[in-house]
């Protein structure tokens, strides 16, 4: 083994600038005139500054630190674009200094001075001989230390360590989720560091796997001029034993003999590389992953990447811890959803996370920081190829990819290819070839795309991450497989849709105790939360909007995966939201799980599962699941599979009504491949009979060799609605006036008479627009969520508290009434629940008493065509002239005046798409 003198421990530490440091010539401690200094502290290394500002504040170092320039403690109401999270924590560059005892043996061969990892640049001295200077916070690194420098005995280091910006690519500033957000200006050591001595030279080994699977081979760094001993070893076993002889610095062996890595099995060996007198060591698995044509491929075998966008949150800790066990549990709770993958959004995992993923069997996607310079990717590319779960590289997210960056990127995936074994894509989402902007090449068909740049990246890429266009995203209720297969016949390569879902919920406000007395609760994120919604008279109704929320947020996340499972020529996708994600856009509700890795309301284990596993039962259901008796039904059932292929398998199909099965089916199947769409049936029947509306479940189920898979849909069946209006003397006798919407006046005036109105529309009312998407997550504008009121008007409506998608064409092209009257409790009978950072009282069907007259309001969007919406129409109709028609929430004739005199929002649903003024190495041409 070569030598390792720890340097982890006390360092004698001041601060000495604002700014970074880059001088050539070693800093010294700041003294007064007798050479004495009352700034300088003692801090543990590794460690962060940020963790130490107790030490900082009980010292005279305290006031002379500079601090992150752009924290402010937000606070909510905020409209517009929301800022991310920022802490108060130092900026600039302190010195570290330390002494260390150094035994000078006879002869090695080379020292380095290894650090694990620091954020974000490093300058070091021994012995007042510079040894370089590093930018960069990904990964390890090494600095030559000359043989001379170093003396037998007592030996001095000094580090300059900086947290300020560094520039990467071109000159930009270079920006990853572990430096922007709560983590912005983070500053410290977080990594191991060590003076290494290697007296034969022999450095690293890694293990890289042949496309074929038929050899591995066993690369070394340094001592070329010396023999190598190889030995693959099984925990104490060893099964291999070769020699690399002098001059080489690799060597091949069969995998005849060997168990293959995998995410089911994910089987570590041991290789021991020795000389005379030196040694390395480095867990592997033998693996590899491959593309062909738009098709991914794991061990030979196709591989469907369903992935989660790891962020970098870390809830209580804010950095990304250092132990394995923390990672550990979050795979498992990953794995047992069903996710075989992990794209790092814009960051490196940590070590520990690598190793935990290597030991568990979960593939990893690397993404590089946004503008990492080719010399940060030479670091982070040698520092991962020694994890077997580590199969893929991105360059960065949503960076406009131009000319000139293209040659960046051919530059970083010929390193990619030559010194690892993983696949190379060029960006998460291609801005600048497949939307925003174009340069001077632009093609329209199959959509607009820069067909120059992309025959470009078909030259030296491996896969992509897509946008597709918003159909699995921001746009991904009206998501098309058949939209998607035509635009992605474009491409060459295999796509990972990118970031997919961005269905934002409600704030969990159950959870504010748990940030009590953590950095991330101190910025009030939650705190202001509780005041505005009180201050606007909707605390009461935070819990229920945060349940509805998930619920429908659970919805339409299945639609989602599923549009995907449908679309044939998708090899996979990063989920964005795992989990909740609070430092991003001061707020970023858009997980499955809360932060702390609980489900969220309305979802499941078991049923995330039913869409994200090895086989996703699917069926192509019409996009209005509301139909009217008699209704003839006609459902495609398919199956996208990558598991064994299944010679023989039983497909079981069931329609039930409540408890009636109306019917059920077991079909034999055709030989299922492993790698595709197969259809399996065609469901055909009529709708049944009812007196009053239904809901359908439509359960699928197939078995057969080692698969066993399930799924449901639910369905809905409405009575067929007369669509008559009641007749003049119905009204009159009923006291009620009908009306698409009337002036304020004439309104307050029919009402103060004593008539009762029903309008169908808005006027004279402030509304905003509303879409059955919910709003995107972390902004500021759009809704979250719905609310159904305990009501006689849907006491035969068929569900579960909110709008499911049997409203889903009535909230599309609808319109939201806003009712910020606060002095009265907000109880509409359908509310709307509008974003918690700047929130508004809102609703789509809602009464009131106003003097001697009543009123009733529906703005959801009725059409003829919807089944459900005409059924419900009759029934507002019914109720409006009915004796149950007697509200009892009051207002006053002024009190509706300033109602309708209040201004219209003019908020945009769903802005900021793919562009995030956050992150500062976002570059527009």
């Known amino acids: 083994m070569h030598q390792a003198l720890s340097l982890n421990g006390t360092w004698y530490v001041d601060y000495i600038s604002d700014k970074p440091y880059t001088d050539k010539a070693m800093p010294e401690f700041k003294t007064d005139s007798q050479g004495r200094s009352d700034t300088v502290v ?59 005892t150094f035994e000078k043996k006879d002869g090695f061969a080379s020292a380095e001075l290894y650090v694990g990892g620091v954020q974000n640049t490093l300058s070091a001295w021994i012995n007042g001989v510079y040894l370089g200077r590093h930018e960069g916070y990904s990964s390890e690194f090494f600095l030559p230390v000359p043989e001379e420098i170093l003396a037998d005995g007592e030996n001095s280091i000094t580090l300059a360590v900086s947290n300020t910006r560094f520039d990467g690519y071109d000159g930009n500033a270079v920006s990853g989720l572990t430096t922007r957000a709560s983590n912005n200006y983070t500053g410290g050591i977080w990594g191991d560091v060590e003076l290494r001595v290697y007296a034969d030279g022999l450095r690293d080994v890694w293990v890289s796997t042949a496309p074929d699977l038929s050899h591995f081979t066993v690369k070394t760094d340094g001592a070329r001029a010396k023999q190598k001993t190889v030995q693959i070893l099984d925990g104490k076993r060893c099964l291999d034993e070769v020699i690399i002889p002098d001059g080489e610095t690799e060597v091949a062996l069969d995998t005849a003999k060997y168990t293959l890595w995998s995410v089911r099995e994910p089987k570590l060996y041991t290789v021991r590389v020795f000389t005379e007198r030196d040694s390395v060591t480095c867990r592997f698995g033998i693996r590899r992953m491959t593309s062909k044509g738009n098709r991914l491929y794991f061990n030979g075998e196709p591989y469907f990447f ?25 795979l498992r709770t990953l794995k047992a959803l069903g996710f075989n993958s992990i794209r790092f959004h814009t960051h490196v995992p940590m070590p520990e996370y690598a190793e935990a993923a290597d030991e568990l069997g979960m593939v990893i996607e690397v993404e590089t920081p946004n503008n990492t310079s080719y010399t940060e990717w030479q670091d982070i590319v040698r520092a991962c190829r020694r994890h077997p779960s580590i199969c893929a590289y991105s360059s960065g997210n949503e960076m406009l990819i131009d000319e000139a960056y293209i040659e960046h990127l051919r530059a970083c995936a010929a390193f990619v290819h030559a010194e690892s074994d993983s696949l190379f894509s060029p960006m998460s989402a291609m801005r600048g070839v497949e939307y925003f902007s174009f340069g001077d090449c632009k093609e329209d068909k199959p959509f607009p795309h820069n067909p120059r740049r992309l025959a470009a990246l078909d030259e030296f890429c491996d896969l992509y991450n897509s946008y597709s266009l918003g159909q699995t995203s921001y746009r991904s209720e009206s998501g098309d497989s058949a939209l998607l297969n035509e635009r992605n016949a474009l491409y060459k390569r295999p796509i990972l849709s990118h970031e997919i879902c961005i269905h934002g919920t409600y704030c969990d406000l159950s959870l504010m105790s748990r940030y009590e007395g953590t950095r991330i609760g101190e910025t009030e994120f939650m705190s202001s939360v509780k005041k505005h919604l009180q201050d606007v008279g909707l605390l009461d109704r935070a819990n229920l909007y945060y349940r509805n929320s998930s619920a429908c947020q659970s919805l339409l996340r299945k639609h989602c995966f599923e549009t995907i499972r449908r679309t044939d020529n998708i090899a996979g996708y990063d989920f964005l939201g795992d989990i909740d994600t609070h430092w991003h856009t001061f707020g970023y509700c858009v997980g499955m799980m809360n932060e702390f890795y609980e489900m969220k309301p309305g979802e499941t284990a078991q049923n995330v599962r039913r869409y994200n596993s090895d086989t996703v039962l699917l069926a192509d259901l019409p996009r209005l699941p509301s139909f009217t008796c008699g209704q003839k039904l006609s459902v495609p059932i398919l199956v996208s599979h990558y598991g064994k292929t299944l010679d023989k398998a039983t497909l079981h199909v069931t329609l039930r009504c409540g408890e009636q099965v109306l019917l059920r089916r077991e079909i034999r199947t055709g030989e299922i491949a492993c790698g595709g769409i197969t259809p399996l049936y065609t469901l055909a029947a009529v709708m049944p009979r009812v007196e009053t509306p239904g809901a359908l479940t439509l359960s699928v189920a197939l078995s057969g060799g080692d698969t066993d898979a399930e799924n449901e849909w639910t369905l809905y069946v409405f009575p067929k609605a007369s669509g008559k209006l009641p007749t003049a003397s119905a009204l009159k006798k009923a006291n009620l006036c009908i009306s698409n919407g009337m002036d304020a006046g004439e309104l307050i005036s029919r009402l103060e008479r004593g008539e009762n109105v029903l309008i169908f529309g808005t006027k004279p009312f ?6 059955f998407q919910l709003a995107l997550a972390g902004r500021t504008g759009g809704h979250l969520g719905t609310a159904i009121a305990d009501h006689p008007i849907f006491s035969d409506f068929p569900n579960d508290g909110f709008c499911g998608w049997q409203f889903r064409e009535m909230l599309n092209d609808g319109r939201a009434v806003v009712l910020d009257l606060k002095k009265h409790p907000h109880r509409p009978i ?19 008493k106003v003097g001697a007259g009543k009123l009733l309001v529906c703005s959801l969007n009725l059409k003829e065509s919807d089944p459900g919406a005409m059924w419900l129409k009759e029934s507002i109709l019914a109720y409006a002239m009915s004796e149950e028609f007697a509200t009892t929430q009051d207002l006053t004739p002024n009190e509706l005046h300033t109602l309708c005199s209040l201004p219209s929002p003019g908020a945009v649903i769903n802005t900021n798409e793919a562009q995030n003024k956050n992150d500062i190495t976002m570059k527009v041409k």
């Open 306 to 330: 369903r992935g989660i966008c790891e962020h970098c949150y870390h809830a209580m800790d804010v950095h990304p811890p250092r132990e394995k066990a923390y990672y550990r549990s979050h």
């Open 42 to 100: 003692r801090l543990s290394v590794p460690g962060y500054w940020e963790d130490n500002l107790d030490v900082f504040r009980t010292t005279a170092l305290h006031s002379e630190l500079s601090w992150n320039p752009e924290y402010t403690l937000l606070r909510y109401p905020h409209a517009g674009y929301s800022p991310d999270m920022q802490l108060a924590n130092p900026v600039g560059t302190f010195l570290y200094k330390r002494t260390f």
């Open 830 to 848: 359908l509310d709307m629940a509008t974003t918690y950072k700047n929130a508004r009282r809102e609703a789509m069907l809602f009464e009131y």
């Open 766 to 771: 402030a509304s905003e627009p509303t879409i």
